[in-house]
């Protein structure tokens, strides 16, 4: 698993989750094979490896804003809704030349230009509707794809069994830094050795700043049925990564096996390491998001149900913050007479 490199196509991932995962890691130059062609999902992974992908999901800002943008119309309108890139230019046309009635209509982004993402860069969605007086409403909304920045780590481990020269070093010193990884009693951290689902557990709370929390968590039980067979001193990450983690979407961090089994000691697949990667860039964040755009006379405007002022032209623009787990609602209401 290097940082910033990519290679050819992965060909021996089974499953549609999985595959997903390691195309999109690949692409992001998260992971790479062992083989040409071949990453070797049932395989172990290495602690060091771990780590590093550990640290690169952290470092990663690939999350893609999910937009909604509810519009209610007074009366009867052709709607248009674009989104365009920072030179002005129509890459998605969510709604096009489209009649609705009165009433509640709500459209989608997905961060999508056709079957890719979107480049990152600064974007705009403008919904304009035109009403049977022939007047014009126009919303405008800023979204921002900020670009993956590499990561730079620095330093070296206090790890006896890591050389300075070793690929991982700088990003195990970091790690340790952070307050991620620890060794072992014999000052050792072992990095070729594989990691432990129960271990991976643990990086991945800590990754999370959810440490203070696992500790409120040490005494509940999360239902796994080899519950017994998780050390003590994992429990409390184990019930903090399979119920209180989520992604955007609502995944937990962490899962059990199909059977109900945690299987903490288990050595952790290179798929499996994948999806967790996964998981941590798509983990909920914080995201600053700017409304813009002008009313006619009589229209109101909402945004995530909050009433919005326009100034004596009914421009308005509004900027607040938002977890990426909720959708951003517009919502544009024409009282006037129909």
Known sequence: FLAGKSGPVLVDVKGIEPQSAVDRLQNLGVVTGRARGMFYPAASTQRAEYAVMTLNGLNLRDLRDITQIKFVLGRRSTVNLTVQNSAGKSVVNLIRNTTFDPGEHTAIWNGRVGTTFATPGRYTYVCTAKDSRGETTTLKGVLNIVPQTPLNPSGVPSFVDVKPSDWFSRYLASGEKQGLLFGFPDKTFRPRTPISRIE???????????????????????????????????????????????TTSGKSMMRGKPNNFFEPEKELRRDEAALI??????????????????????????????????????????????????????????????
């Open 277 to 338: 990667v996964q998981r941590l860039i798509d983990r909920e964040t914080t995201r600053r998001i700017t409304v813009s755009g002008a009313m006619v006379p009589g229209a109101t405007v909402t945004i995530n149900s909050r009433a919005v002022e326009a100034d004596s032209q009914g421009q308005f623009a509004f900027s607040f913050d938002s977890n990426t787990s909720v959708p951003t609602t517009v919502a544009v209401i024409d009282a006037r007479d129909r």
């Open 200 to 246: 991976a557990t643990a990086i991945v709370v800590r990754a999370l700043g959810l440490e203070d929390l696992a500790k409120e968590w040490d005494d509940k039980e999360v239902g796994f049925l080899d519950y017994q067979n998780i050390p003590k001193w994992g429990k409390k990450y184990v019930n903090v990564a399979t119920v209180v983690a989520k």
